[in-house]
């Protein structure tokens, strides 16, 4: 253990490395990923920061539990001083600088100033370690903290202090209260109970362990009042087959030599991210190889000394290879549905550590060499180290770059700063109207579940023009006041269906990265919907019990055998709905005899968007199937809720129910 203190070579060293950490961490922020994970968790923090709604659960994770609250409460910080992404997204950032200090101090203590230095270097620059401190998740937030973690178990298992056994439970509950992914220290920390039993404070163990189960006691409460929601949902994962992958193994890989970059660009745009760049990528396996051979040797070392007893630099190098090499073990063996490589930000900067230690101590081996071949080991170890540092900083830079410029439909999402745009956009152009609101065309209109009407509702938090999302792929919604339609889908049939009733503006449309999509806007005036080419159902406007009225029907294509048909409804909102799940419309196309030919069912509009006065076009497209006879067919149309699947009542002028759907004769083909 090297116990000198800090000089100024030290500090020196230490802003420097933190100047180049900071240079790759904290630039173009604004072009970072605001994906449904990312606004999910946002909004929750927002809420809690700016409405004062204190929560004891997260978002649901990948498993459908509900996640610790941990994540929500540490972003509230952020999101109580500004509501804007990016300013969080800088925060997350700023987090994870702090890993990158901690580090330094950390390996100097342990292994002394060479050591430091390298592995400060190489987790500074390292590609994922970079990438994954420029976004808001939960995962994201794991590596500022895990140093703590460490530091309390050294103090806790190797120095036998009383208090550090108390500081290392409760550092160890917070980190599983960021994010599941963390759970992988509980075996860490029973391992290093086991290692180093004889110097740890047991009487202290069961105290521990109760504050840190005291942390999570709200969840659980909150988990009861939700007749134990979690806790069954966890029974049921635990009886699922186990699933046994190299999985784990090869996310531990990534996140240690920073390969696998096509992750990030996207495996149909990695040939041109590797044509545009130098590749200097056969060099990143040596420091997995390095990590390796130091985990190798610290499991000989303490072999040897198993005996006599550990020496601190054994303790520390043995506790940091079982620190790096656990999450992959845990995780070989898994119940949930993938092991992602974000989940082994827990092993940070385990990986670099290792290096360090191995890269010193040859160093160190290599000054005991006669004359020039100390001085020629030395800078060759020298040289190794600045051309993996100056290596992975280019490719980090590249990679960046990259995917701030080129269009990556299956790697990095759209940067914020388009969206941002957008939103500058559509409300300027509102307000140019007078008044007015911003309807999203997006690919979903559910922001629980789809990606821009969640990030919508994080970007426009605080604006004080209304806003909400239809899904473009399946409806068109046209108020009955002004709107600013912004369009973040590919053109589909929706959008051109749109351009019959509002007209595009031209001038405020925003090119993507290549100019490859776009961000469109449309402008609408409001008022009555005329729609003439839809004629209305049988005995003239029909309505649901849910407000619903069905005002017209269009048919394209012919009723045949073998065809395709596209069946359209429109339908106007006559009161808010207070629903909370779907409406969903049925089309059955029978024949003749009453014989169901074709089906199509699907979502009408998300009634939490539902405003009175608004018209609502629905598609569908209908399969009718090779043996289909000729002859006159009607398609019976009705609704019913989703998921519940219950049928909503037909009224009758008189207000009476009794019909479960409308039938529609369509025309004869000649």
């Known amino acids: 253990m090297k116990r000198n203190g800090f000089s100024r070579l030290d500090l020196v060293l230490l802003g420097g490395i933190l100047l180049w950490a900071a240079w790759l961490r904290f630039t173009h922020l604004d072009h970072a990923e605001l994906l449904w994970d990312q606004a999910e968790i946002s909004k929750w923090a927002l809420n809690m920061a700016q409405r004062r709604e204190i929560t004891w659960i997260g978002p649901w994770s990948s498993t459908r539990l509900d996640t610790f609250p941990g994540a929500i409460w540490l972003l509230a910080i952020p999101y109580a001083l500004s509501t804007s992404p990016v300013f969080v997204t800088g925060f997350v950032a700023l987090i994870n600088l702090g890993a990158v200090a901690a580090c330094y101090p950390i390996v100097r203590c342990w292994f002394g100033r060479t050591a430091a230095w390298i592995a400060t270097l190489l987790f500074a620059v390292a590609p994922w370690a970079v990438i994954y401190s420029r976004k808001i998740w939960h995962t994201e937030l794991l590596a500022p903290f895990v140093p703590f973690y460490v530091v309390t178990g050294w103090y806790a298992f190797v120095r036998g202090r009383r208090w550090a056994v108390l500081a290392h439970s409760l550092a160890l509950a917070g980190l599983i209260q960021i994010h599941f992914a963390a759970l992988v220290f509980v075996p860490l920390t029973v391992l290093w109970g086991l290692i180093f039993s004889k110097r740890l404070c047991w009487r202290m163990v069961p105290l521990g362990v109760l504050l840190a189960a005291l942390t999570f006691l709200p969840y659980f409460i909150h988990d009861a009042q939700a007749e134990w929601r979690n806790v069954r949902l966890f029974a049921q994962i635990m009886q699922q087959p186990a699933v046994i992958s190299s999985d784990a193994l090869r996310g531990t890989w990534i996140m240690t030599t920073g390969q696998n970059l096509s992750l990030l660009t996207g495996p149909d745009r990695y040939p041109d991210f590797v044509a545009a760049t130098l590749n200097l990528r056969w060099l990143f396996p040596l420091i997995g190889g390095a990590a390796v051979v130091a985990a190798l040797l610290a499991v000989g070392r303490a072999l040897r000394q198993a005996r006599t007893g550990l020496d601190d630099e054994t303790a520390a190098i043995l506790m940091v290879t079982t620190w790096w090499i656990t999450p992959a073990l845990f995780l070989t063996c898994y119940l949930t549905r993938i092991v992602a490589p974000h989940y082994f930000t827990t ?324």
């Open 347 to 670: 092993i940070l900067p385990a990986p670099f550590i290792l290096a360090g230690w191995l890269i010193w101590r040859l160093i160190s081996w290599a000054k005991q060499a006669p004359g020039q071949v100390a001085r020629v080991a030395q800078g060759v170890l020298v040289a190794l180290v600045v051309g993996l540092v100056g290596a992975q900083t280019y490719e980090t830079i590249s990679v960046l770059r990259f995917v701030i410029t080129h269009d990556t439909p299956w790697g990095y999402g759209t940067p914020m700063a388009y969206e941002i745009q957008a939103v500058q956009t559509a409300t300027r152009l509102c307000r140019e109207m007078g008044d007015g609101e911003v309807i999203l065309l997006s690919e979903g209109d559910d922001p629980r579940i789809f990606e821009m009407p969640a990030a919508a509702d994080v970007l426009m938090y605080e604006s004080d023009v209304p806003h909400r999302a239809v899904d473009i792929r399946t409806a068109l919604v046209l108020p009955s006041g002004p709107a600013v339609y912004w369009a973040t889908y590919p053109m589909a049939p929706g959008e051109d269906l749109l351009a019959a009733f509002a007209p595009e503006v031209v001038e405020a449309r925003i090119p993507l990265r290549e100019g490859v999509r776009s961000f469109r806007f449309y402008r609408w005036p409001g008022g009555a919907a005329d729609v003439p080419f839809m004629p209305p159902p049988p005995g003239g406007v029909r309505r649901w019990a849910n407000g619903v009225e069905l005002l017209g029907y269009a048919l394209e294509g012919d009723v045949a055998a073998g065809e395709q048909v596209r069946w359209t409804l429109v339908w106007r909102v006559t009161r808010i709905s207070t629903a909370d799940g779907h409406y969903h419309w049925f089309n059955h196309l029978v024949d003749e005899q009453g014989r169901m030919r074709a089906q199509k069912d699907g979502p009408s509009f998300l009634p939490t968007y539902w405003r009175v006065g608004d018209v609502v076009f629905n598609w569908f497209e209908l399969e009718i199937p090779p043996d289909a006879p000729a002859g006159d067919y009607r398609m019976r149309v009705g609704m019913y809720t989703y998921p519940a699947l219950e049928g909503v009542p037909l009224l009758a002028e008189d207000g009476t129910s009794p019909w479960e759907w409308v039938e529609i004769q369509l025309p004869s083909r000649e």
